[in-house]
Each structure stands twice: as C-alpha cells, then as structure tokens.
C-alpha cells in the first residue's frame, strides 16, 4: 500500500483495488468530458461503416494491406481504414 503522504497527492475519491495481486489505486470520478469535436462527430458514421466493413475484408485483401505495412507501425486494419478515406500515403508519413 502507498504511503499517506502519496495518498493524499491524489484529488477526489480514491478507488483501492487489487488487480492480478498488485494493490492499485485510481482517482474516481475522473474528469467531466470536453465533450466531441465537431469533426470527429462528422466522420462517426464512416469510421463506424468502415470499422463494420473490415470484419469482411478477405485473407488475400488482408495479406495486401500487410505486406504493404511491413517495416511501418500501422497494422492492415489501420490501412484498410487510411484506404476508406481516401488517405493513403506511404506508411508512417503523417496525413494531410
């Protein structure tokens, strides 16, 4: 367990929980939400399609969309997504 003076650097109520036999603690309620960007409550409804759609994306599809990722950190789904909308750029490059 934490010592006091650890303790009482938190703010609010605490929530002590043991997780896998590790004692752990948390800050609870957490912050209100800002709330969503315009922009990313525009693109809910294609994000949600396309998330929907690579669930039927075919092994040879899925193959592609690897080999194309190698050496980059984006996985096939995240290039199936890019492709979605129309954003695709080398792997790892920044989107405009």
Request: aromatic share 12%; hydrophobic share 40%.
């Amino acid at each position: 367990m934490p010592g006091k003076d650890i303790i009482d650097g938190f703010r609010g109520t605490l929530d002590f929980y043991v997780s896998r036999g590790v004692i752990c603690v948390r800050a609870w309620p957490r912050g209100k939400n800002a709330g969503i960007a315009p922009g990313a409550l525009l693109y809910q409804p294609a994000f949600a399609r396309v998330n929907r759609l690579k669930k039927h994306v075919s092994a040879t599809l899925q193959t592609a969309y690897n080999r194309y990722t190698v050496g980059g950190s984006n996985t096939w789904a995240d290039q199936c997504i890019v492709t979605y909308f129309g954003n695709n750029a080398p792997n790892d490059l920044p989107l405009p």
